[in-house]
């Protein structure tokens, strides 16, 4: 187990998660899904009350959809359709790779946003499943295991990565048009358009929340530092000065613009959350005006 | 307009620039620190340093307010100043020119060398005037060289005796003005020096011994000598001497002495040798290592008895008690004459001459009044009141006499001097008086053929001291030869009209002085001022420490703006530790908490 992890207040963080998911939730309602039948309005015909369109009848459709007043007046069979009433699948995966635990703020935000999304997820009556990716290795999360914090021990059984490795989302099965929401700080140099081309297959619908500390975006060194990677504990000696620090901000901030340029293209909601202020007010300050979340 | 430095030791302050840059060259102790993001950093100019114990030096407003803190704190510590004036600096050496200085002749070259010239060297021109201390002493050198000042006192030789400096001073002082800088060169540490004197001695206590004095009778037919030796030191010492004559020395004998103890030695002239000297061991005073000795004797005076003969035996007394007067005999032509006078049968007195009154008949009455002499050497301090004479008739007055003594209105002795006429005339009856039982009378009389022998221009055998003035008789006619002094190494010559001015050698030895063909003096000069062979209080000091600080805020103003400096020190400082705080507190902040 990560040593940042046996500091972190679990149950404490599941509980927050539970009652802030009662005041955002997933943006389901913005999109058509697929699944078993549910609440939410599905891609295909349904046996809502929401109608949809007319068509002929054809051989095979159910006769009970037979808009029999239409066959008074033209003579011609003609079926009624209704919206489908479906019950969304989100899926959650889970970076968790070392960088996300180095900085206990940033940890215990990783963690509510994990909590958070998946009771999000079950209170809107969504299929939610998560699993958590370190590099190339990933173990799918059963639902007992997220609430009795076991999953912590599924974390911990996963074997070390390289440094800055990107989790390998294409080994992970997903289902058709679900919602794919990942949690990640999207620390790895890889390009980000191959990640969420791999989130969008299968219809699916990229949610990008990416937790970050101050300590990345604005780390305010000036000095002498022994850097200790946080993934591989590979030291490395740096004399920052003014020069570099703003060299460092610039390729920080470039690096995450690529990101939201990405998900920009594919209609994607991408958003960084902040570790050092208040849950509510780090999903305001993004997340919620990107539509990566909304307000119940 | 010159710069200088009355501190030159704050420019030691110049080492807090090397020591600064060193400060902000080294590196600071890493901070460890885990980091999400070191492929960013890693990215990053590749080139920057890592792992150095020294890095480039960082370009920040601390370093630049800590380096100009130092260079204005270093122009402060320096005490710049500016030359107030163009003017030479003047430095006047008073050197101590008595004899005990012979023995610190190198020590005082060095001294003056070594220290006189540090005095003004931040200075400009220095105008170095160098006086003997003696009275009328002369000015060795004046020039702006130390180099030729140096070579002046290399040739000069201090052999006065003791004297006080304090002429010489008040004349050092006027040479070099108020605001120039009066040294006193000498061997020992006066109580007070006048006149704002600096001074440098380069004494130190000697263990002398040396002559101190001596005395030759040659009352009997072989002279003898005696000399005193005294050891001046605190320790016992010993040396040789030996007795040199003609081109013999006898062999050295060996004188103990004790701590402050004076042993005379004994001994009589060798057979038909007429000089001798005594040279003990050589020690760092040397002057008085050696004593030359001639049996004196004075120049010849030629006596004639024309008197009476009641005066007789009053003449034939006088006769016998001078040293080296004989009576002239044949055709020799005598320097004085014994004459007397009656005033009964008045005759010519002879051109030099001591005149009696003599009158045959013994007069009945005594001179009646106060006896009263003249303010003249001749009876300078004889006691006349014991006289008793009788009243007789008086030597015709002269215009020229002067009476040298009177009772009442009758003056007892008249000196006649006019032309080549020099009596001395006793104007009452001399046999008929007491007056061969006063010394006074002997005196006077002895007084007065002492003149007429001075006067002789003859040889005179004497021993002198050194630069001992010696008043010699000399022809001083329009034809007279010059004066010449020898002393065997060294020959001075000297115009007859300035034989006043003659003087014994400086330096122990024999000297015979001529006028043509015609020899004046043979003598000795003998060094005969033990208070200079006593180096008991001879010592080291200088109070010419000072003086380079002194001359210097004497000729040159300060900064007029160092309280600017001052205030922008401080300036520079507080700058230097704002910016340094402000950086140490962006440093040691914690990450993450820095912009909370």
Redesign the interface.
Known sequence: MHPTLETLDLPGIATRARAHAGLFTLPLKEQNWKGSTGDFAGSGVGASLDFQDHRLYAPGDDPRHINWQAYARTGEYTLKLYREEVRPIVEILFDTS??MF??P??AERALELFYFLYAAGEQAGAATSACVIRGDHWKPLEIASVFSHHWVDIVSDLPPTE??ARPNLTAIPSKSRSLRILLS?L???DSPEQTLQILKRNGGRPIILCPF????S??????????????SG?R????V?T??LN??LE??RR?FERWKSAALRIHSPFARVPS?TKFEAALKLEAIPAGALSLL | MPILFANPAGFWALLGIPVILLIHLLQRESKRLPISTLFLLENIDRESIQGRKIERLRNSIPLWLQLLAVLVLTWLLTEPRWSASRTATRVVLVVDSSASMSAFHDRLIEEIESKVPPLTETLGTTEYTCIESHESGNQLYRGTSVSELIEQLRDWTPARSAHSPETALRTGRSLAGSEGTLIFVSDHVPETLPFAASLLSVGEPIENVGFTGFQIDNSEEVASWEVSIKNYSDTPQTRRWVLASGGTRTEPREISLNAGETRSLKGKFPQSRDRISLVLEDDEFSRDDQLFLVVPEPKPLLLAQAASPDTDALVRSLVDSLENAPLATGDQTPDLAFASYNPLDPQPFPAVSIVFLNQKAVPQQFLKGSIVSANHPLVSGLDWQGLIARVTPAIPPKEEDVALLWQGDRPLVLLREKGGQRQLLFNFDVPHSNAERLPAFIVLIHRFIHRVRNDKVALEVRNTELSEPLSLAVDRGAEASDLILSTGEETQTLAPKRASSLRSPRAPGFFEVRQGDQPLLRGTANFADTREADFSEATSNSTLDKLPKKITEQHTVSDPWWQIWVIALLALALGAWFFLSKTNRRETSPQGTQHA
């Open positions: 070392d960088s180095s900085d703020e940033k440094p800055s700080d620390l790895f140099p500390t101050q300590t990345e604005d780390p305010g060194w000036l000095g002498n530092y022994d850097f200790i990677d946080s993934e590979r490395h000696e740096r004399r000065d020069p570099l060299r460092y390729t920080y690096h050092a």
